[in-house]
């Protein structure tokens, strides 16, 4: 019975035993003629880290299967084989044209796994994906552009473009994948300078999330993190984003001083500001005549505060942190 020989493939494919042997039974099942017996075994070998090239043909049969299941998974498991790299991309190329959207999305997500100049090859039949129809389609598309990484920067425009998808998943995707392209930061900063303004919060967070990760050469976007951190929602996101820069150029200190005098801004953004002009010292001196007003006006619990911003920026604390 079909449900037996599921099973016992399962069961088999639990089992730690000789690698060939369990391929090579995984195999003869291949020609079985319930589907559900052949996509359990393509379950199987798709979980190998590489097949053997004498998969090659019966693989490929799968392909052809009238079954979208059974397409998906033979898409997967073919581009664990080392070899015929040139055959296999075809392949790939073929399956990314399915009418199916699951193959689809299996063929784009396979293709990433290519490597080399077969992965280029298909960097542009993936590129026409991103204007699929289906947002699960053009998230595959994404993620297999992000994983073949720099060889796939040509496609960094048609991606960016996907930050303004209708749908926030879409948007989603594009905001933390694009730096895998390593552009140039004059690129990036832009679009996700934008992301954070985004009506979507978990596209928001990526994008926080992404320029944190480029450190100091995130400080243009410095301004749209500060207000970002004054949203309740978004101060996790962009408060850590901020202690990754560490930094912020010269047109954050009127922002700045905005937050410090702001009395609702709360007690952890307000110090933040004042830690962000004191370290960038003389760059800050604009900020003295207002930290001058506010420690005159000051009660004490901000007094040293004010005080020490005032020393640093003015260059009389050099040697402290």
Do not use: C
């Amino acid at each position: 019975l079909p449900e037996s020989r599921v099973a016992l493939i399962q069961a088999v494919g639990s089992l730690e035993q000789n690698r060939t042997k369990l391929i090579d039974y995984l195999a003869t099942n291949l020609n079985q003629p319930s589907h559900e017996v052949r996509e359990t075994a393509l379950r199987e070998l798709g979980n190998f880290k590489s097949l053997p090239v004498s998969l090659h043909k019966s693989l490929s049969e799968q392909l052809r299967d009238e079954r979208k299941d059974v397409r998906g998974l033979a898409v997967q498991a073919i581009v664990l084989i080392q070899s015929k790299r040139d055959e296999t991309a075809q392949l790939v190329v073929e399956a990314i044209g399915d009418e199916s959207h699951y193959v689809r999305e299996q063929a784009l997500l396979a293709a990433a796994n290519l490597g080399g100049d077969s992965a280029r090859v298909v960097v542009e039949v993936i590129q026409d994906q991103l204007n699929d129809d289906s947002p699960s389609v053009k998230i595959a598309a994404i993620e297999s552009l992000a994983r073949i990484g720099a060889d796939a920067r040509s496609t960094f425009d048609a991606m960016a473009e996907l930050s303004l998808d209708a749908d926030a998943s879409v948007r989603q995707t594009a905001v933390k994948s694009l730096r895998s392209l390593k552009p140039e930061t004059e690129r990036l900063l832009p679009i996700l300078i934008r992301a954070v303004e985004d009506g979507e919060w978990e596209v928001r967070r990526h994008a926080a999330q992404e320029l944190g990760e480029m450190e100091e050469a995130a400080a243009p976007a410095v301004p749209a993190l500060l207000n970002m951190l004054r949203q309740d929602d978004d101060s996790d996101a962009a408060r850590q984003a901020l202690r990754e820069i560490n930094t912020a150029g010269d047109e954050a200190v009127p922002l700045l001083l905005e937050i410090v005098q702001d009395d609702d801004a709360g007690r952890r953004s307000r110090y933040y500001a004042l830690y962000l002009l004191r370290k960038m010292g003389p760059r800050a001196k604009a900020a003295i005549p207002v930290l001058r007003t506010l420690l005159e006006e000051s009660d004490g619990r901000y007094r040293e505060y004010y005080e020490r911003a005032i020393r640093e920026i003015e260059g009389e604390d050099e040697d402290e942190e």
